[in-house]
T-cell receptor, first 114, second 110 residues
Framework: DSGVTQTPKHLITATGQRVTLRCSPR?????VYWYQQSLDQGLQFLIQ???????AKGNILERFSAQQFPDLHSELNLSSLELGDSALYFC?????????????FGDGTRLSIL | GENVEQHPSTLSVQEGDSAVIKCTYP??????FPWYKQELGKRPQLIID?????GEKKDQRIAVTLNKTAKHFSLHITETQPEDSAVYFC?????????FGSGTKLNVKP
């Protein structure tokens, strides 16, 4: 158990819909990272938040947005969903705000678009 | 760009042999290089990491080497065991972001 909690574990929805994925970091960690992993693909960095503020942005689509709340949990919002958005979405957390610290991953949310 | 190149994409070895996976990164300012192991359907797990002020780090059967001049780093697994079979990802901190290689599927044959 990494201490990073992601909900829900599975999500099935249709094209055009909007979903919210949730992540609670490990106790004491202030940074949350979001990644997308498509079938048999690598991990695509989407975005990082540190202590409530956006810290770094990767290959995140405009249809996607995220935020980190005062209690440090984070939500990733995906809208106008397309078939190609089907993937495993991971969040990871680390202690500090710089991307040079160990990240610990949650178990992921598997999103299926029908 | 932020491409971390990883090779090979698949690697098959006999149990007891060594396995080496290599990665290159584009940004000379990168200073943190972890390796993750991901079993099918599970989360990536950190197995070893190295910082740019160190050339080599070892943890039992696993070692990582870093060549800052050439901007590449490698994972070495000795005395491989069937339970080492998984997908291995390298990663690098680049421009305040964090980027992964495309993964190496390691198969250790008993």
């Amino acid at each position: 158990d990494s201490g990073v909690t992601q909900t829900p574990k599975h999500l099935i929805t249709a094209t055009g819909q909007r979903v919210t994925l949730r992540c609670s970091p490990r106790s004491g960690d202030l940074s949350v990272y979001w990644y997308q992993q498509s079938l048999d693909q690598g991990l695509q960095f989407l975005i990082q938040y540190y202590n409530g503020e956006e810290r770094a942005k990767g290959n995140i689509l405009e249809r996607f947005s995220a935020q980190q709340f005062p209690d440090l949990h984070s939500e990733l919002n995906l809208s106008s969903l397309e078939l190609g958005d089907s993937a495993l979405y991971f969040c990871a957390s680390s202690v500090g705000g710089y991307s040079n610290q160990p990240q610990h991953f949650g178990d992921g949310t598997r999103l299926s678009i029908l | 760009g932020e491409n971390v190149e990883q090779h090979p994409s698949t690697l098959s070895v006999q149990e007891g042999d060594s396995a080496v996976i290599k990665c290159t990164y584009p940004d000379s300012a990168s200073n943190y290089f972890p390796w993750y192991k991901q079993e099918l359907g599970k989360r990536p797990q950190l197995i070893i990491d190295i910082r740019s002020n160190v050339g080599e780090k070892k943890d039992q059967r696993i070692a990582v080497t870093l060549n800052k001049t050439a901007k590449h780093f490698s994972l070495h697994i000795t005395e491989t065991q069937p339970e080492d079979s998984a997908v291995y990802f390298c990663a690098a901190s680049i421009n305040r972001g964090f980027y992964f290689g495309s993964g190496t599927k390691l198969n250790v044959k008993p």
